[in-house]
């Protein structure tokens, strides 16, 4: 052993230089990238450096439009003034956040009634429908998830529902983008955010195919930003974790748990800023504490919780008459 030291006596002096400039620059960029992220969070709005949607393109579309984080980010870009083209499932509910949104902030609606879990004849009406509209920004929301926390093979629905969900979170995304991104490109700007999910950046156990889904969204949206960040289009994937909606079933708020309209106004204005971001301080903390937990931890620890939330969910479901699993 002394040998060895004794050979790299010469090499000590490059090793601590260049094991001291290694340091420095990991501190240099911890700092920017932690005061970049309190600029864009807490400054940037406030000081006017945020995308101006409205100069991107007039209209703003919207899928999964009517509840939650959609909802949110329809609000917000109404807000910021773009007329707002609302896209989801239930006619009713479409007029009702159109009218509310008209009444409030001024602008122009447009609603289309579409259900994303069928099959791609769907697009042929939407296509339709957004002619002669000038697009300036889509917003990649609408998407499905699991009843409940489950093992694959015993997922309620089967093979039915993997289909309904494969078309409503991976392709309606897909084809979305198709529809709207070649007049964006002709007019060299446009914003394209794909909502992606925690559960799309690494496996949740008992959520297999969502968390396959989100994973597509994820390298969808990524993907499409390297091809297209030369040409004026800014591509954008949120990758939320709890957030109170339908989807995650809960409506309790809390320092990590944030209302859906507050977390689109928070996502919003990271536009340009972030490439992929988790669109919150409180969700991009939660990121880095499950991103530093080792792989071979964080997988057990994951089902575990999982398979908590399973049983809390169907105890629930029994007491409602409601549960139709074994």
Same mark, same amino acid.
């Given at each position: 052993?002394?040998?060895?030291?004794?050979?790299?006596?010469?090499?000590?002096?490059?090793?601590?230089?260049?094991? %001291?400039?290694?340091?420095?620059?990991?501190?240099?960029? $911890?700092?920017?990238? %932690?005061?970049?992220?309190?600029?864009?969070?807490?400054?940037? =709005?406030?000081?006017?450096?945020?995308?101006?949607?409205?100069?991107?393109?007039?209209?703003?579309?919207? &899928? #999964?439009?009517?509840?939650?984080? *959609?909802?949110?980010?329809?609000?917000?870009?109404?807000?910021?003034?773009?007329?707002?083209?609302?896209?989801?499932?239930?006619?009713?509910?479409?007029?009702?956040?159109?009218?509310?949104?008209?009444?409030?902030?001024?602008?122009? $609606?447009?609603?289309?009634?579409?259900?994303? &879990?069928?099959?791609?004849?769907?697009?042929?009406?939407?296509?339709?429908?957004?002619?002669?509209?000038?697009? #300036?920004?889509?917003?990649?929301?609408?998407?499905?998830?699991?009843?409940?926390? =489950?093992?694959?093979?015993?997922?309620?629905?089967? =093979?039915?529902?993997?289909?309904?969900?494969?078309?409503?979170?991976?392709?309606? !995304?897909?084809?979305?983008?198709?529809?709207?991104?070649?007049?964006?490109?002709?007019?060299?700007?446009?914003?394209?955010?794909?909502? +992606?999910?925690?559960?799309?950046?690494?496996?949740?156990?008992?959520?297999?195919?969502? +968390?396959?889904?989100?994973?597509?969204?994820?390298?969808? #949206?990524?993907?499409?930003?390297? =091809?297209?960040?030369? $040409?004026?289009?800014?591509?954008?994937?949120? !990758?939320?974790?709890?957030?109170? $909606?339908?989807?995650? *079933?809960?409506?309790?708020?809390?320092?990590?748990?944030?209302?859906?309209?507050?977390?689109?106004?928070?996502?919003?204005?990271?536009?340009?800023?972030?490439?992929?971001?988790?669109?919150?301080?409180?969700?991009?903390?939660?990121?880095?504490?499950?991103?530093?937990?080792?792989?071979?931890?964080? #997988?057990?620890?994951?089902?575990?919780?999982? %398979?908590?939330?399973?049983?809390?969910?169907?105890?629930?479901?029994?007491?409602?008459?409601?549960?139709?699993?074994?």
């Amino acid at each position: 052993m002394a040998g060895f030291f004794a050979f790299l006596g010469p090499f000590q002096s490059s090793f601590a230089f260049f094991g %001291t400039v290694a340091v420095v620059l990991f501190v240099l960029l $911890t700092c920017y990238f %932690t005061l970049r992220s309190i600029f864009v969070f807490f400054l940037a =709005e406030t000081l006017g450096m945020t995308v101006p949607f409205k100069e991107m393109g007039e209209w703003a579309v919207v &899928t #999964g439009a009517t509840d939650g984080i *959609g909802k949110g980010y329809a609000f917000d870009l109404a807000r910021r003034g773009c007329n707002i083209v609302l896209i989801s499932r239930t006619l009713e509910k479409l007029k009702n956040v159109a009218q509310e949104i008209e009444t409030i902030y001024n602008v122009r $609606t447009k609603v289309i009634a579409v259900d994303f &879990t069928a099959d791609e004849s769907i697009y042929d009406k939407i296509k339709e429908d957004l002619a002669g509209l000038e697009i #300036g920004t889509l917003i990649n929301n609408v998407g499905i998830g699991y009843p409940y926390p =489950e093992m694959f093979h015993k997922v309620p629905g089967g =093979e039915e529902f993997f289909v309904q969900m494969i078309r409503c979170n991976c392709v309606a !995304q897909t084809l979305m983008t198709r529809i709207v991104l070649p007049q964006m490109v002709a007019r060299k700007k446009g914003v394209v955010v794909n909502l +992606s999910s925690a559960a799309g950046a690494n496996p949740y156990p008992m959520l297999a195919v969502y +968390s396959a889904t989100k994973a597509f969204n994820d390298f969808l #949206g990524m993907t499409c930003e390297q =091809e297209y960040r030369d $040409t004026g289009v800014i591509f954008q994937v949120i !990758q939320p974790f709890m957030v109170a $909606t339908n989807l995650s *079933g809960t409506k309790k708020t809390n320092l990590f748990v944030l209302d859906a309209k507050s977390y689109a106004r928070s996502c919003l204005n990271t536009v340009g800023w972030f490439p992929r971001t988790n669109g919150h301080p409180s969700h991009a903390v939660q990121n880095w504490i499950v991103s530093h937990i080792p792989a071979i931890i964080r #997988g057990p620890l994951m089902k575990a919780g999982m %398979t908590k939330f399973r049983e809390a969910s169907i105890a629930k479901l029994k007491k409602k008459g409601l549960y139709k699993g074994e």
